[in-house]
Structure formats: C-alpha cells, structure tokens
C-alpha cells in the first residue's frame, strides 16, 4: 500500500477483554513504533522495533501490553484485561531507518467500557 | 532528552504567513528538529526536518538560529485547511536513538476566514 494501515479504526471493548491491534507499515521500512495518544494531549511512546527486534519497550504502561512483530513487518499491539485508563488512540509509525520522516497510519480508536 | 515549549494556541488569518516557535534550551551536538502536523483522527503526518540555518519544502519553511535553541516553523499564506495541531520534536534520529523522540502537547494552530 501507499501508506501505513491500521486495523481495525474503532474498537470498542468491555472491560476484561483482550483486544490485538494491527499495523501495515509501509513496506521495506526498517523502524517501526507504537505510540498511544489519549484526547487532547500529545502521542506517547510505547514501544519500538527495529525490523522483527523489539529494541525498546520501555513505554508499555505495564504487562499487560504485548508488542510483536515475528516477520519484521506487520506488529500487532495486544492488551490483556482491557481496563478503562486504556481508552485512547493507538498510532503506528514507522520509517525507512531511524527518524529520518516518520510515516503514521489513522490509528485505532480504542473505548474500553 | 531535549524538552520542547511551544505555544498552546495560535489564531491567524487565510493568506497570511504563520510561524510557530518552539525553544529546545538544551539541544544537543546530534539532535535534529522535526515537525509535525495533525488533524482531527488522524495520525500526526511529517512536514520538516532540519538540523541548522534553513531548510524549505513545498509546504514550509524551518529557520534554526546558529545556537539551535529554538527552531521557528513557518507556514506561507495559510488557508482554513492548515489548522491542526503543530508538533516540534528534537532528538537524535538516528536509528538506535530515534526511539527517544518525544512529542509534547503541540500548538493548535487555527486558520480564520
């Protein structure tokens, strides 16, 4: 694709559920992150992988955000035990190396009630 | 980690020229600026990156000041379509530091007829 695809856009959630997000970045590109962006504030990072290497995770709000990316170019953001503080936008970004022009996808909006 | 300041909000007119400041005291040797901007349910989509003196695209202009303190975006004869929320992030964007750039909580910029 042209760009960076994420499903699904909108999830919504009982609290309790497991939900997996997914990622399509633009192919051949090396970087990818995950960041989370809650109304009205700026995107928070979450994790980062470099082809299939999560190389830092250091911004997983806590266990029960699991990241992967087996291949090296689809990643799926997986939340065990959905709680409510976990309702935000979910962004994909990712880049041909590094920093060097970050390409987002729409995100998914996750509502957890 | 470089801390970035910019202005909350900024109110301009259609076809007039808009520059939004952001300070980065504490810049470092490596560190680049970049600049993004985001529409409602969207992701943030890139717009910039420079490193010193100027650097212009299609879309704008960024102006870095020999101490690389600050950094001022600069967008020519703006139109109701420009208003968004404008984010500056400085950091080393280099592959295996990309990871640490962050966003802060932006400017909204609005365009008035």
């Known amino acids: 694709g042209a760009g960076v695809s994420q499903s699904p856009r909108y999830k919504v959630a009982k609290r309790g559920q497991d939900v997996a997000l997914r990622c399509d970045p633009i192919?051949?590109?090396?970087?990818l992150f995950w960041y989370q962006q809650a109304l009205g504030q700026g995107p928070e990072f979450l994790t980062y992988f470099q082809n299939e290497a999560q190389l830092d995770k250091s911004g997983l709000p806590s266990d029960r955000f699991f990241a992967e990316r087996p291949e090296g170019s689809v990643s799926t953001l997986k939340i065990q035990r959905t709680q409510q503080e976990d309702s935000a936008v979910y962004l994909c970004?990712?880049?041909?190396?590094?920093?060097?022009?970050?390409?987002f996808g729409p995100g998914t909006r996750l509502t957890v009630l | 980690l470089a801390k970035t300041t910019q202005p909350i909000s900024m109110d301009s007119y259609e076809g007039q020229e808009v520059n939004i400041t952001c300070s980065h005291n504490?810049?470092?040797?490596?560190?680049?600026i970049t600049w993004y901007q985001q529409f409602p349910s969207q992701g943030p989509r890139f717009i910039i990156q420079?490193?010193?003196t100027k650097v212009t695209n299609e879309v704008a202009s960024l102006f870095i000041p020999a101490d690389r303190k600050s950094s001022t975006l600069s967008l020519p004869r703006v139109s109701l379509s420009d208003t968004a929320v404008y984010y500056c992030l400085v950091g080393d964007i280099s592959v295996g530091s990309a990871r640490q750039l962050t966003f802060g909580s932006g400017t909204q910029l609005t365009v008035l007829p």
């Open positions: 970004a990712s880049s041909l190396l590094g920093g060097h022009g970050w390409f």
């Open positions: 192919s051949g590109h090396v970087s």
């Open positions: 504490n810049i470092a040797t490596n560190d680049y």
């Open positions: 420079g490193y010193k």
